[in-house]
């Protein structure tokens, strides 16, 4: 075997599986076809859960650091959302382009010793019953290399995805929209000179008419321009969109205000929203873009695809190193499928909202005032933020059950500390303040590090899987601890 697994495409998602493998010790490799990172950024935020998985891994700060904006709301088709209702650190997005959010994963990767390989393209694979023998090209010619497992993580379209020929059904474009980083010479007044709220994208207009919004990047002058426009004739995402297509827009809102001195890059793309039915195909798995594509609404993509990331990392890790326990790959489609499906559902009503045509700006009208209302602005921001998300785990039900650890302060060895920094090692974690119940976990010593706390809230222990999932909760009768540490961390080592 030449490696355990087989990543294909160094983007954020291929970047942070790899990354949660090695750090589980797993031997990986990560091919890109591309020679260089494009920059060409597509994501520009981090969502609030996102935020917090990166504090899981000790990554925020550095992801942070080279934000060029905090943006203190979400929004679903351009209406505003707070995420304060949400218990959470990171009540706000990050302000961070894709490609900056692929340096900090790429340099963890790096520290953990796995390099990515550039200009090196999938051609084919094999499955065999306990391998994978991809083809592959890079400069030199061709060559192939040998793994257990082969996780495409290839983008929309996913060779891995079409080589496996399963299905990937979903709905055609009916919307069309450009995207371009332009550097302007002459800046209209009315333009945010930063980005800190959605209501600096899309200015005052309620309905979205115009369409057109400026996200400021940081640079003077630096805009990324979005625009819906009416064309019947989808134009490839990998064509070359006209420079004077864009200067076009801008015109067409902002008469002589506006100067475009340069159109960096620009692309097209539509609400084709598509899901693939298997994200697990015997020794091959999907994630990411590979697995669902939809319109870009509300900024969730690179999100979603972490997540997945997230999710499979430490399952395909426990496959490796021999103690997964059955069935528990097959959980990463059970578990991400439907919340793949959710967020193009929720992509398809922000596509339908920003028609407009009389009925849905009705709609919107609507739309707006409901979401004005603290449980409803709740409801759509966890959806867009990813922090409603409730896995269905067996065992009694319990408001903790299932969702993410919230990360609040504990004690710990008479210091307080965040419950997130005591999930860096990637491993399960077991919080209790009880001796004897921390004991129980000793022969998962490896895989799950038994914590001693004070002060968690909501429950006297939680068992928390590696991604930040509650498994297990005990509110005093610790009854049902062992299974849930042998449905989730196999069979006991000793
Ligand atoms: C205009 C636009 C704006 C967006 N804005 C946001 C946003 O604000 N927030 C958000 O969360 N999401 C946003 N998204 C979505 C986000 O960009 C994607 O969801 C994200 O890039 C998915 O990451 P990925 O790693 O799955 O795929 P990709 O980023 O597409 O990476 C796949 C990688 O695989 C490589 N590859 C492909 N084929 C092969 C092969 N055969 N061999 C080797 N390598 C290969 C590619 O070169 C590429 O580097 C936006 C998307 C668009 C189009």
Request: aromatic share 6%.
């Amino acid at each position: 075997m030449d490696t355990d697994v087989l990543v294909i495409g160094g983007g954020p998602v291929g970047l942070a599986l790899a990354t949660e493998l090695a750090l589980a010790g797993v031997d990986v490799g990560v091919l890109e076809r591309l020679t260089e990172r494009s920059g060409q950024s597509k994501a520009l935020n981090l969502q609030p859960r996102t935020a917090e998985v990166f504090d899981l891994r000790g990554l925020f700060d550095r992801a942070s650091s080279r934000a060029m904006s905090t943006v203190g709301d979400g929004h679903f088709s351009g209406i505003p959302l707070s995420y304060d209702g949400w218990q959470t650190r990171h009540p706000y997005q990050v302000g961070i382009p894709q490609a900056r959010t692929e340096q900090v994963l790429e340099e963890r990767l790096a520290e953990l010793g796995t390099k990515i390989r550039r200009g090196h393209a999938l051609l084919s694979f094999e499955s065999t019953k306990d391998s994978i023998v991809a083809t592959v090209r890079d400069g030199d010619g061709e060559y192939e290399i040998r793994a257990r497992y082969l996780v495409g993580c290839d983008g929309g379209r996913s060779t891995v995805r079409k080589l496996l020929d399963v299905p990937f059904p979903g709905t055609d474009p009916t919307t069309y929209a450009i995207v371009a980083d332009v550097v302007l010479s002459k800046t209209p007044a009315k333009l945010a000179r930063q980005w800190q709220s959605i209501r600096d994208i899309f200015g005052e207009d309620p309905n979205l008419q115009a369409m057109t919004g400026a996200i400021p990047l940081g640079e003077p002058g630096l805009f990324r321009v979005l625009a819906r426009h009416s064309s019947t004739e989808y134009v490839d995402r990998g064509t070359a969109v006209p420079a004077g297509l864009v200067t076009g827009f801008l015109k067409k809102i902002h008469g002589d205000e506006v100067e475009v001195a340069e159109v960096r890059w620009a692309s097209q793309f539509s609400d084709t929203a598509r899901q693939v039915e298997r994200y697990r195909v015997g020794r091959v798995l999907l994630a990411g873009d590979a697995a669902h594509i939809h319109f870009p609404a509300g900024g969730q993509g690179l999100n979603l695809g972490v997540q997945d990331a997230m999710n499979l990392g430490w399952k395909l890790a426990a496959e490796i190193n021999g103690w997964a326990p059955a069935g528990l790959l097959d959980t990463y489609h059970a578990e991400r499928h439907p919340v793949g499906e959710r967020v193009i559902g929720n992509t398809r009503a922000q596509t339908a909202l920003i028609s407009q045509e009389p009925t849905a700006l009705a709609m919107r009208a609507l739309f707006r005032e409901i979401a004005e209302m603290p449980e409803v602005n709740r409801k759509l921001a966890g959806m867009i933020s990813g922090l409603d998300i409730r896995y269905p785990f067996d065992g009694p039900s319990h408001p903790l059950l299932g969702v993410r650890m919230p990360d609040v302060e504990l004690g710990v060895e008479g210091e307080t500390r965040w419950a997130s920094s005591l999930f860096h090692s990637g491993h399960g974690v077991l919080l209790s303040s009880a001796p004897d119940l921390l004991g129980l976990a000793r022969p998962w010593s490896g895989r799950v590090d038994a914590v001693a706390v004070t002060g968690l809230p909501e429950a006297a222990a939680v068992l928390v899987r590696p991604d930040g999932y509650v498994c297990w909760v005990g509110t005093g009768e610790e009854t049902g601890l062992d299974t849930a540490l042998r449905t989730w961390f196999g069979h006991p080592a000793v």
